[in-house]
């Protein structure tokens, strides 16, 4: 359920826009497959209008875009190691790094998570919660490692 598609994702499947794979979805696309712009007809159909370009309707910054799906990923990482899904932060770690592409210089999400500060994270989710939706509420694990000081420390695998 916490990672349930939006309803209006059924509009477009149903139009048969699945993305690049058919050159159809909310992009428009050229003959070698390259996005070329929004496409209106997808816009219309999910009954959106183009927002302005002046500063006041711009939404939120490409930083705060980032933290809001960043910050989820870490949560999700928190219950994928309270479920189990995972044994460690490290096997997370490497398993963001070769598997999704996540910076090697970062050291994975947990690590990365750890040099930000764990606090902080889930006070921006808390923050986002507030602002744009409840699905960004801080789970019950989460907060657990939060308050053990961070993914490294709550493990049983330490810091060396």
């Given at each position: 359920?916490?990672?349930?598609?939006?309803?209006?994702?059924?509009?477009?499947?149903?139009?048969?826009?699945?993305?690049?794979?058919?050159?159809?979805?909310?992009f428009?696309?050229?003959?070698?497959?390259?996005?070329?712009?929004?496409?209106?007809?997808?816009?219309?159909?999910?009954?959106?209008?183009?927002r302005?370009?002046?500063?006041s309707?711009?939404?939120?910054?490409?930083?705060?875009?980032?933290?809001?799906?960043?910050?989820?990923?870490?949560?999700?990482?928190?219950?994928c190691?309270?479920?189990?899904?995972?044994?460690?932060p490290?096997?997370?770690?490497?398993?963001?790094?070769?598997?999704?592409g996540?910076?090697?210089?970062?050291?994975?999400?947990?690590?990365?998570a750890?040099?930000?500060?764990?606090?902080?994270?889930?006070?921006?989710?808390?923050?986002?919660?507030?602002?744009?939706?409840?699905?960004?509420?801080?789970?019950?694990?989460?907060?657990?490692?939060a308050?053990?000081?961070?993914?490294?420390?709550?493990?049983?695998?330490?810091?060396?």
């Amino acid at each position: 359920d916490r990672l349930a598609l939006p309803a209006w994702f059924d509009r477009l499947t149903a139009d048969g826009r699945l993305g690049a794979k058919n050159r159809r979805g909310f992009f428009r696309y050229d003959e070698a497959g390259k996005r070329t712009g929004v496409d209106p007809e997808a816009l219309a159909l999910l009954g959106l209008t183009p927002r302005s370009s002046t500063p006041s309707s711009a939404g939120p910054d490409a930083d705060t875009i980032v933290l809001r799906m960043v910050t989820r990923m870490v949560d999700e990482a928190a219950r994928c190691l309270d479920e189990q899904v995972v044994a460690t932060p490290g096997e997370l770690d490497l398993a963001m790094i070769f598997g999704t592409g996540f910076p090697p210089f970062r050291g994975g999400l947990c690590r990365w998570a750890d040099a930000t500060g764990v606090e902080a994270l889930v006070a921006h989710l808390r923050g986002f919660a507030q602002a744009v939706g409840t699905r960004y509420e801080p789970s019950e694990s989460l907060l657990r490692i939060a308050a053990a000081g961070g993914f490294y420390r709550s493990s049983r695998q330490e810091v060396s």
